[in-house]
């Protein structure tokens, strides 16, 4: 994320990064949030929670 963000010029929105992942330990999760993604969560897909980490994106985006 953090090489994702730098290719962007500063005046321009930041992207909302989801990571997901098969490692659900808490460690993992700390270094994802560490390396700055905005969202993480673990395998398998489930498409509720995708729509609850879109919601979150959404209500960020609509409150700045």
């Given at each position: 994320?953090?090489?994702?963000r730098n290719l962007l010029?500063?005046?321009?929105p930041?992207?909302?990064i989801i990571v997901q992942t098969a490692f659900g330990?808490?460690?993992?999760?700390?270094?994802?949030f560490?390396?700055?993604?905005?969202?993480y969560?673990?395998?398998p897909l489930d498409l509720g929670?995708?729509?609850k980490a879109l919601d979150k994106f959404?209500?960020?985006s609509v409150s700045v």
């Amino acid at each position: 994320s953090e090489k994702i963000r730098n290719l962007l010029d500063d005046d321009r929105p930041q992207p909302y990064i989801i990571v997901q992942t098969a490692f659900g330990s808490e460690e993992t999760k700390q270094q994802c949030f560490e390396a700055g993604v905005n969202d993480y969560m673990e395998k398998p897909l489930d498409l509720g929670k995708i729509k609850k980490a879109l919601d979150k994106f959404y209500d960020e985006s609509v409150s700045v």
